[in-house]
C-alpha cells in the first residue's frame, strides 16, 4: 500500500476521531452501563421494597383485576404488563387511565407486588436505568438519534481508516507493546493500537448496527411521507409489524385464566413468556398479545395475539410465516445489546466496551500531542480541544457517580426524584467540562475526577450499607442477587478509582 494512502488515511483517522470523541465517548459508555440495564432497574427499586418472591405471588388475573379496583383503568386502550423475571420479582405495569389528569397516549407507569397486587412504586421515580439507555441511543438530546447516526457512520469510517494504517502491521505487532523503558508516546501507541485490533469485531458490529438502527430511522420517516403519504400503520404492517386491533363492543366478558395462556404459549411455542398487551380488557372483542424469547434460537422473539372470544391464538392475526424483516431487525437490537446473552458475556461485552472508552482518550492524547507544536494550528484551538477531550470524557465518570449516589438516596416521595438525578449528572458533567478549561496539569485533574468519584461511591456504598443492606442480603437469600452484585461492582469500581487516582497523582508529581 502506498505511503500516501497510509498517511491520507491517518490523517483521516486522527481528525474525525478526535471531533466525534465526546459523544462516541458517551455513547459506548453509557452502552457498556445499558447493558445491565435489568440489573440497575433491579438495584434501583428493590432495596426500597419488602421481600416479593413468585413462589407466593398472585395469579396475574387477580393481579390485573386488583389494578382495575384501584385505578380508573380505560380499557378501550391498551395495557402494557411485563411480567417478574429471575432479575426483577414485581410486575410493571403501564396503565391508560380515564379522567382529564391522563392525556390520551400516556400511560401510568407502577411496580406491583405479586404476592399482594398492591402498587410499591412509579415506575418513572426510579428513571436512572432509561436516563442511561437514552443517553445511550439519542444523548437525550432532541433528534440526538439522527445525531448518534451520523456519528456512528463517521466512527465506521474511523474504523477502516484504522485498519488501513495498521494493515501492514495487523499480525506481526499484534499484542506487541512496549513497557515502561519506552517514551509515554510509545507506550501510547501501543496501547491504542493492541486495544483497537483485539477489540475490531467488537466495535465493527456496533458500528454496523448502530449505523443500521439510528440512520434506518431517517429512511423511514422519508418512506413514511413520500411511499405511504403519512400512513404509519401500512408501513408497520408492510415492515412486519403489524398493530392488531379490535373495536371495542362494549358487550362484558369474563376474562380466562392468563397463567394458563401464558404456559400454554410457553409449551407450545417453547419459549419463555416475557411481556403481555392487553386491548379491550373485559370486553368481548378482547385481545391479549404475548411477547416473548424462544429458549432454543438465537435472540428469536415469539409474538402471538390470543382472541379471546375464538378462546385461542387464531390463524387469521397470528400467520404462520415468520416475517424475515421483523426476525432480522431484532436480531440485530438483541446482538447489539446482549439481549441474546446471559451475564457472563454481557461482562466481556462490558469490559470491551469500557477498552473502547479508553481506547477514544487514548487516540485523543496522541493526536493533541501530534499538533501540540504545530504553529499553523491556533493556540485557542489547541487549548479547547484539550480541554474539551479531558472534560467531556473524563468528567462522564463523576457524573455518572453522583448519579447513582442520589438514585440511591434520595426519597421515593419526591415527586421530581427521577429529574432531580438527571439534573444531577449534567450539572456535575458541566462542572467538569469547565474546570478542564482551567488546568494545564491534565493528569493531576484525571486523578482528581478519579478520587472523588471514589469518594462520592464510597459515600453511596456506606449509605447503602446502613440504610438498605438488610433488604439487599434478604433478596439476594431469596435467590435475587441484583442489588447485590450491582453493589458489589460499584465497590470494585471504588477501590479501582482509589488506585488509578492515588497512581495518577504520583506520576503527576514525577512530571512535574
Known sequence: MKASVIRSALEGHGWIGLFIAIPLFIVF????????????KAWSVLPHTDVATATHALPTTDIIAKQFEQYDINAEERMFIVLPTDVQPLYELYLPLNGESAPKGELTSIYVDPTNGET???IDSFHLADFLYGL????NLPFGDHIVGVITLFFMVVIFTGIVVQFKKLIAHFFFYRGSQSTTRYQLTDMH???????LPYTFMYALTGLMFNL????????????????????????????????????????????AIITSFETEQNAKASSLRLTNYGDENALIRIVGQHNDHFAQRIDMTYRVRDKGFSKDINPEQRNAFADGTRFLYALHFGHFASVDVRIIFFILGLSVCGLIIVGNMLWLNKFHNNKNISNRLKRTMSALTLGGCAGIIPATAFAFLLERTLSTTIESRALFVEASFFAVYGITVLAAFYTKAVLTMISRFSL?????????????????GKSVFNYFNNGYSSPFSLSFTL??????????GANLSEKSK???
Do not use: K
Open 491 to 500: 465497590f470494585c469500581f471504588t477501590c479501582l478509582l482509589f488506585w488509578l
Open 193 to 199: 493500537n493492541v486495544v483497537g485490533v483485539m477489540s
Open 29 to 40: 459508555w453509557a452502552g457498556s452501563l445499558t447493558l445491565f440495564y435489568p440489573e440497575i
Open 452 to 468: 472523588i468519584s471514589a469518594l462520592v461511591l464510597t459515600l453511596l456504598l456506606t449509605f447503602e450499607g446502613i440504610g438498605f
Open 216 to 259: 434506518g430511522l431517517i429512511s423511514q420517516v422519508v418512506t413514511l411521507f413520500f411511499v405511504y403519504n403519512g400512513d404509519r400503520t401500512a408501513l408497520l404492517n408492510d415492515s412486519g409489524f403489524p398493530r392488531i386491533t379490535e373495536v371495542h363492543a362494549g358487550i362484558e366478558r369474563e376474562m380466562p385464566d392468563l397463567n
Open 510 to 512: 514525577t512530571i512535574q
Open 136 to 139: 445511550h441511543i439519542d444523548l
Open 120 to 122: 410499591v412504586a412509579s
